[in-house]
């Protein structure tokens, strides 16, 4: 018996069916920004560069330094990024008028990709998890991590298109490293925004560079500040839209481009949303897998009682 | 090949140089390994935080399972679309699928960095659904069990034919039981591939902005799906060759013919689907006298050289061109695999016009991560020599049989599939 040009074409056909259903691909809901959530809003403008906020964090987070030794012999705490000792880090850009310095840490995404990938969910929005830490509340959208269902595959690594999870990769046993705003220094007894979260950086900046706030407000005062000075800003602000929206919000100085400053050119739509679509279509639901292994075993067992069958007349000759 | 071919138990001495050597390969390799568990993924690797997997993930689970697919294609051809002619394949077939997927379920409990937590994966209430790598790690879990199921008509068969009356027992009274649930445990074998393997696509969606526009695609799953059939395909071809010049196995050059022809349209689909994407999403642009455009095409090659040669009846022929093109067969699907993976990876990703933006991170494989590679590759070879020597897996040219076709041996017994 011969492969035949049909089957190839039978073949063709399903693989083809499989493709088109992929491609039609029901879109999954957008996430919207929780009314609730917090973040913070970074104004390039203002920050002079002093790393307050850096070594604020590192206090806050118990993290160690990042020692480095200079020519003479000086030591520094000088982290070069982000990496698994550092969750906030200061960085300059050269830029016409002087040096525009740039703040990186989580930003805490509307719709992170972190979050979609995370297999137990280690990484999740407070509140929303799989399994609750003690003292989380749903709706700050604070993209918070349980070390306890982290198995350390570092995908969250891989998704984050700000590259901002770390790995303690000289480290037997090892954590992923990463901003969550300070949820650990949230006051239950306080009222409002300070029961929630309460980021060092932001207690610590001497020029209110970097604010803690509602998401919503913090984006009503980036608009007032572009429309009260707009030859002082770009006439946009990072985190509105991008990849979905992000809950820490950044004003860049006319000239600069946010680009310049490190953060990636992304569309509007998330990376999650999109991921989930296409990955989630041929699923339907749960029903294919289910169907197509009844289809198949039937069709396996029936194949074989025929073989059976025949082998039988063969062997009564 | 007709059902009567029985497979038999190679037999011959098990440490022979040839297994000394994957040994060594593999005892350097697991130094390494512990070494890893006291001192963390970052001394033995070149890994970073931009380059988190490495070559573990892409060469050891891509790669590892897009050749232990040849069980998977093999079980298609066989069961569903019952070309019986393909029985004398599936037992080496299925046997390296579960000694690769096996291993590439060990690698990655080297690559993770809180391994001790992964007991808590089969905890349902826990798995976050939208995780490629989730449904990636569980089908791979259960679909390893599945192989080695599969694998167990072998043993009970040699087991059958021991001359120790308690396993000649087993062996009698499991294997037919097992027969019989066979069908149930042959769907799931075929289900859990094509779900994990276009997972592995998948896997890479979520990364769009980090891999370059020629690489990431809605259609990652369809195309890993497809590659990985092609893969399977050629390996099976390449290991029967290898086997037969070894222990002189079966080697029909008609079946292998027809099963190349299928291939072939395995390839081409992958070429047209690969292609027509690019067009159709206006991605044409990206195509240059750059590096990104030189790895696609030299790509399409890969997979159109072994397709036009398996068409070639010149090729269909000669055991040693089939041979080559079957190499290149599972040397295409790799090299897509790798590239979607790492080549074409950057973490800060792309410019508009296609050109890598630069991060402070480089990779290139260390020594010790190269070493853990190659060891598990050797001991799947070892593992693979050990169970055909010792079991019934591999279809041995008989010449007395080849005439006469009298050929119901004592194996016939028991769970012959």
């Not at chain 1, 995908?155 to 300070?182: H, M, R, S, T």
């Not at chain 2, 040699?158 to 066979?182: D, E, N, Q, V, Y």
Request: glycine share 8%.
């Amino acid at each position: 018996m011969r492969i035949s040009r049909r089957d190839l074409l039978k073949g063709a056909a399903v693989a083809g069916a499989t493709t088109a259903l992929a491609g039609t691909a029901s879109a999954r809901e957008a996430v919207e920004p929780r009314p609730q959530a917090v973040g913070m809003l970074f104004d390039a403008t203002l920050c002079v560069g002093c790393r307050a906020c850096q070594s604020a964090c590192k206090r806050a987070n118990k993290l160690p330094v990042d020692l480095e030794t200079g020519e003479t012999g000086g030591q520094y705490d000088a982290p070069r990024d982000l990496n698994s000792s550092t969750k906030n880090v200061i960085k300059a850009v050269e830029a016409a008028n002087g040096p525009t310095y740039m703040k990186q840490q989580c930003m805490h995404c509307v719709d992170p990709s972190c979050v979609s990938v995370c297999m137990m969910g280690a990484l999740h929005k407070e509140g929303e998890g799989k399994k609750k830490l003690p003292g989380e509340r749903a709706g700050s959208g604070i993209v918070v991590y349980d070390k306890n269902t982290c198995v350390g595959c570092r995908y969250c690594q891989i998704g984050c298109a700000f590259n901002v999870p770390k790995f303690e990769w000289f480290d037997a046993f090892p954590l992923i490293v990463k901003c969550e705003l300070c949820r650990h220094r949230a006051d239950p007894k306080q009222e409002g925004l300070l029961s929630i979260a309460n980021p060092a950086c932001c207690e610590v900046c001497p020029r209110e560079a970097v604010v803690y706030g509602r998401r919503e407000e913090l984006l009503a005062e980036a608009k007032r500040r572009i429309a009260a000075s707009p030859a002082r800003y770009q006439q946009h602000v990072y985190g509105e839209k991008e990849g979905g929206g992000t809950q820490v919000l950044y004003l860049a100085p006319a000239g600069v481009s946010f680009t310049q400053l490190g953060l990636p050119e992304l569309p509007d739509r998330s990376q999650a949303s999109f991921s989930e679509s296409v990955s989630h279509a041929p699923y339907l639901h749960g029903v294919t897998p289910v169907a197509l292994y009844l289809g198949m075993a039937a069709l396996i067992a029936r194949n074989r009682k025929r073989e059976e069958a025949a082998e039988h007349r063969e062997e009564g000759k | 090949m007709s059902a009567h071919d029985h497979p038999k138990a190679i037999g011959g001495s098990l440490l022979d140089r040839s297994m000394l050597v994957l040994l060594a390969l593999f005892g350097v390799a697991a130094v390494v390994m512990a070494y890893r568990f006291f001192a963390g993924v970052g001394p033995v690797s070149n890994m970073t935080d931009g380059f988190t997997w490495g070559i573990w993930e892409p060469v050891n689970v891509v790669v590892f399972t897009g050749i232990g697919a040849g069980a998977y294609s093999v079980g298609l051809l066989c069961y569903l679309l019952n070309k019986g002619q393909y029985h004398g394949l599936v037992r080496p077939a299925v046997l390296v699928g579960a000694i690769a997927y096996t291993l590439g379920g060990s690698s990655i409990m080297i690559a993770l960095g809180r391994y001790w937590n992964s007991y808590l994966l089969p905890w349902i209430p826990w798995w976050n659904l939208s995780s490629a790598l989730l449904e990636v790690a569980i089908c791979v879990i259960v679909y390893v069990t599945v192989l080695w199921i599969e694998v167990l008509p072998s043993i009970l068969d040699g087991a059958a034919a021991s001359r120790s009356p308690r396993w000649a027992a087993i062996g009698k009274t499991w294997g037919p039981r097992l027969a019989k649930a066979m069908p149930y445990i042959i769907a799931l074998a075929i289900l859990l591939p094509t779900m994990h393997q276009s997972s592995l696509g998948g896997l890479m969606l979520i990364a769009g902005p980090k891999i370059h526009p020629l690489w990431h695609t809605a259609l990652l799953p369809t195309l890993f799906l497809v590659s990985c059939l092609s893969m399977g395909f050629g390996a099976v071809v390449a290991l029967v060759t290898i086997l037969n010049l070894t222990w002189n196995a079966k080697h029909d050059p008609k079946l292998f013919a027809d099963m190349s022809k299928v291939n072939a349209g395995m390839l081409l689909f992958y070429v047209v689907l690969r292609v027509a994407d690019v067009v159709w999403s206006g991605k044409l642009r990206f195509l240059a006298l750059d590096f990104p455009t030189l790895l696609f095409v030299a790509e399409l090659a890969l997979f159109l050289a072994p397709a036009l040669m398996f068409l070639s009846p010149r090729v269909q022929r000669n055991k040693g061109r089939m041979f080559g093109a079957a190499l290149l067969a599972v040397a295409a699907g790799a090299a897509y695999r790798v590239d979607a993976y790492l080549t074409m990876y950057r973490p800060a990703g792309w410019t508009a016009d296609g050109k890598p933006i630069a991060a402070g991170w480089n990779y290139w494989p260390s020594l010790g991560e190269t070493i853990v590679t190659v060891g598990m590759a050797a001991v799947g070879v070892a593992l693979f020599i050990f169970v055909s020597r010792k079991f019934p897996v591999v279809v041995v040219e008989d010449v007395r049989d080849e005439h006469t076709h009298v050929g119901s041996g004592p194996a016939k017994a028991a769970a012959s599939r």
